[in-house]
């Protein structure tokens, strides 16, 4: 069992900062793969970010503008997103697979969310 825990959000200007955190608990974390998705009202699920051991994967509206990083000796992955846009608001989740997949099927455990709104 792996308990997921996000954090960091908030209301932000167009073209402003935030870093999401996500703390994990429950496994050892450094194997894991960490996923962020995000989900805005009306749209489908995004994906947004992946870690694992050796790779770091963006979705194509986000390349170049968020990165992702981990720390396992904080057992927490953090997400550093620049330049919002209006477009970058919704609900942020992060999220837990064994293996390494961009598919938000293949993730097996979710945090509750953490809220982004991005002012014009």
């Known amino acids: 069992q792996v308990k997921l825990v996000e954090s960091g959000g908030g209301l932000v200007q167009t073209g402003g900062s935030l870093r999401l955190s996500c703390a994990a608990s429950?496994?050892?974390?450094?194997?894991?793969?960490i996923g962020w998705f995000r989900r805005a009202p009306g749209k489908e699920r995004e994906f947004v970010a992946r870690?694992?051991?050796?790779?770091?994967d963006y979705g194509d509206s986000v390349k170049g503008r968020f990165t992702i990083s981990r720390d396992n000796a904080k057992n927490t992955v953090y997400l550093q997103m620049m330049s919002l846009k209006p477009d970058d608001t919704a609900v942020y989740y992060c999220?837990?697979?064994?293996?390494?997949?961009?598919?938000?099927?293949?993730?097996?455990?979710w945090g509750q969310g953490t809220q982004v709104t991005v002012s014009s």
């Open positions: 429950g496994r050892t974390f450094e194997n894991l793969n």
């Open positions: 999220a837990a697979s064994s293996r390494p997949t961009n598919s938000p099927s293949g993730y097996n455990y």
């Open positions: 870690i694992s051991v050796s790779r770091r």
